[in-house]
């Protein structure tokens, strides 16, 4: 049976600094974010991120945040 985690995020409404998109991001796991056009998007697009994100830390061994087991926003099955 496949891992959920719950992770919490922030979206940022789009702006210069996020190149006129939505970014969302998993402040928990270090540079894991992601960008769309619309809110929905880019949250779509960071459950992807942040799958690929804990698939690649559990393949080679590395250890996740104990935090992200805890109650959040999103919940990604990897």
């Avoid at 919490?8 to 939505?22: C, D, G, L, V």
Wanted: with cysteine.
């Amino acid at each position: 049976m496949p891992k959920q985690y719950r992770l919490p995020y922030i979206m940022r409404a789009p702006s210069e600094e996020t190149e006129e998109m939505y970014l969302a991001e998993v402040p928990l796991l270090p540079g894991c974010r992601a960008w769309g056009a619309t809110a929905d998007e880019a949250l779509f697009n960071l459950e992807g991120v942040a799958a690929d994100f804990i698939a690649s830390c559990e393949e080679h061994g590395d250890e996740l945040p104990d935090a992200i087991t805890k109650a959040g926003e999103i919940v990604v099955t990897v």
